[in-house]
């Protein structure tokens, strides 16, 4: 790890960020370039006192999740992201198949979706980025690690990730993600989603029946309900915005007409990123598919 470098690194990225550029308030009484610091850790997720010091070349090593949080917060490109890696002294992500790597572009478009859930989400069922509302409606994806950042994962080995779906539902959810990591499965055939497949059959006997099946089918969009701890009843339209590869989308979830969903919403945005109070993610995917 090259601590200097690191420090160095941030600060001339945060530095040649404006407020507009991620969008944030502009104010006059600015006295030095770019983001404060306090703004990226916001931005991040993280402490402003653990950025700081990373900045002054007195923290410990950031884990791979802190990364890819400042990724996201610094609109770092895939050569930029892969400098940061290794200066923190991690080996880089994989880029000879699909990586969770989001584009500025795209974290553009996210900040901009202020009253609606959004998140961009790759074909393992890994929330790569959220929106704040996103984050308040649904948990903060930035918490897990390893396996458990796909909510395939997280459906078939913690009975927590289902507490917020009826019981009668289950079933189809579970067919429904299985197709789609099959369809996934199909086209990547990489070593990390042959482990993830591999690590489930083992862990979920569930899981292991249902892939002898071989149904194919990718994730899009349906009607959904999620009961939040907070506000109650949410019913919400979700819909998937895939790119060309299928191996992203940019999730939306609108709120049906007719229902307080709305107003519901309304309330989690003033409560913010952390109003999820239970800590598990039971509701960070689609759950529908569709041919």
């Known amino acids: 790890m090259d601590t200097a470098q690191l420090a160095e690194f941030l600060r001339a990225r945060r530095e040649s960020l404006t407020p507009a550029d991620v969008r944030l308030p502009t104010s006059t009484r600015r006295r030095t370039p770019g983001l404060r610091r306090e703004e990226v850790a916001r931005l991040a997720d993280i402490s402003t006192d653990y950025y700081t010091r990373l900045e002054q070349n007195r923290a410990p090593q950031p884990s791979p999740s802190v990364l890819r949080a400042l990724t996201r917060a610094l609109r770092l490109s895939r050569d930029e992201r892969d400098h940061l890696f290794r200066l923190a002294g991690h080996g880089v992500p994989e880029r000879r198949g699909p990586d969770d790597h989001v584009s500025p572009a795209l974290l553009t478009v996210?900040?901009?979706?202020?009253?609606?859930?959004?998140?961009?989400?790759?074909?393992?069922?890994?929330?790569?980025?959220?929106?704040?509302?996103?984050?308040?409606?649904?948990?903060?994806?930035?918490?897990?690690?390893?396996?458990?950042?796909?909510?395939?994962?997280?459906?078939?080995?913690?009975?927590?990730?289902?507490?917020?779906?009826?019981?009668?539902?289950?079933?189809?959810?579970?067919?429904?993600?299985?197709?789609?990591?099959?369809?996934?499965?199909?086209?990547?055939?990489?070593?990390?989603?042959?482990?993830?497949?591999?690590?489930?059959?083992?862990?979920?006997?569930?899981?292991?029946?249902?892939?002898?099946?071989?149904?194919?089918?990718?994730?899009?969009?349906?009607?959904?309900?999620?009961?939040?701890?907070?506000?109650?009843?949410?019913?919400?339209?979700?819909?998937?915005?895939?790119?060309?590869?299928?191996?992203?989308?940019?999730?939306?979830?609108?709120?049906?007409?007719?229902?307080?969903?709305a107003e519901r919403l309304s309330v989690l945005a003033v409560l913010g990123p952390h109003a999820w109070a239970g800590g598990a993610q039971p509701f960070d995917h689609l759950g529908e598919a569709t041919g």
């Open 110 to 261: 996210l900040d901009r979706l202020t009253d609606l859930p959004a998140q961009v989400m790759n074909d393992l069922g890994m929330t790569l980025a959220q929106n704040d509302l996103a984050r308040a409606v649904f948990g903060d994806a930035g918490q897990y690690e390893g396996d458990a950042r796909s909510v395939v994962h997280r459906w078939f080995t913690d009975p927590a990730s289902r507490a917020a779906w009826p019981a009668e539902e289950h079933d189809d959810e579970s067919r429904a993600l299985v197709a789609n990591l099959r369809a996934a499965f199909g086209r990547r055939g990489d070593l990390q989603i042959k482990g993830l497949v591999e690590r489930l059959r083992a862990a979920s006997p569930e899981f292991a029946a249902l892939w002898t099946q071989h149904d194919v089918a990718v994730l899009r969009g349906r009607r959904k309900k999620l009961v939040h701890p907070e506000v109650g009843l949410l019913e919400l339209d979700c819909e998937a915005l895939l790119e060309e590869g299928l191996t992203q989308m940019l999730a939306l979830f609108v709120p049906v007409p007719g229902t307080p969903t």
